[in-house]
Structure formats: C-alpha cells, structure tokens
C-alpha cells in the first residue's frame, strides 16, 4: 500500500487515499472486504485520474493523435496534425513535449514501428510492403530505423515473434 501512496505526487491525493485505505480495514469484515475495498479506492482513485487527463490533454492533442493514428502509412508533417487540430505547429511542438513527453516525430515514429511490428509477426508482407504500408517509402532507411529503435533487424523480428 505505501508503495502505491508514494507515488502519488499530490499530497491532497495522498491524503484522500489514506483516508480510503484507513476505512477499507475498519469497515470490513474479513479479508476479502478489505480487498474488495481497497479495489474499489483504487478504482475511483484511477477513473478520476484519467478523466482529468483526458481533461488537461484537451481537445487539439486528441484531434493531432486521431490525424497521426488515421494518417500515418502516408508522409504527414507536424503542420499537417496542427491544421488538423486547429492549432499552430508551434504550439503542437510545445504541446507534445509538454503532454506527452516526447516530440512529434517521435511519436510517429513509435506509431509506425508498432504498427509495423504487428505486421511482422501477423502477416506474411514483405518488409519492404510493411515500410511502404507502414509510411517509410525507403526499405533500407526503414529498416535501419527498426534495428536502432527496436535492436534487432525486421527480419530477426519476424523470426522471434511471427506465426
């Protein structure tokens, strides 16, 4: 349980789900009351915690993770997501490091490896189709990408993780 309170940085927080905790052990019966308690604090503690993120991330970086998500096997510029969230590209630069602690391009980047892992080891593409499929026109730059970001090349990918 302290492990759990410790990461929380607000202390208001902390102490709400002292409180929560406190009251999980003297209101239950038995063992598995005390679980199902502490279950459902943690429950509420996590739906307000995502509800307020969905909150503070807003309406631009969802509409600019919607365009990356729906865009991403074809070129798309960090002036593209902001035309399509309704914002500077400045100020999607600064809202990306700011909310999800990474920049643009690398979230792109992240999207078209996943993606791309997906298919090596679901499919029977070529690497080069997945590249193609996945935004990379350039199979050597593409790969050369994977192995640097995942360590391994796309075919030894496949190797470990296909069907």
């Known amino acids: 349980m302290e492990g759990v309170l410790k990461g929380m940085t ?22 598995q009351q005390v679980v199902k308690n502490v279950y459902i604090a943690l429950d509420e503690y996590m739906t307000a915690e995502e509800k307020e993120l969905r909150e503070k991330m807003g309406k631009p970086m969802g509409d600019a993770i919607r365009f990356i998500k ?3 096997s074809r070129p798309i510029s960090m ?50 189709e997945i590249a193609l499929s996945v935004g990379y026109p350039d199979e050597k730059y593409y790969s050369r990408l994977f192995k640097k970001v995942t360590g391994i090349k796309p075919t030894d990918y496949r190797k470990l993780y296909g069907d």
């Open 70 to 72: 729906e865009n991403y």
């Open 10 to 31: 607000e202390e208001r927080n902390r102490e709400r789900m002292e409180e929560k905790f406190h009251y999980a052990y003297v209101e239950a019966r038995n063992f």
């Open 79 to 128: 002036e593209d997501a902001a035309d399509a969230a309704g914002v500077s590209a400045g100020y999607l630069g600064k809202l990306f490091r700011r909310e999800m602690d990474t920049g643009f391009n690398e979230y792109v980047t992240k999207i078209r490896l996943d993606r791309s892992q997906e298919l090596l080891a679901e499919t029977s593409m070529s690497v080069k």
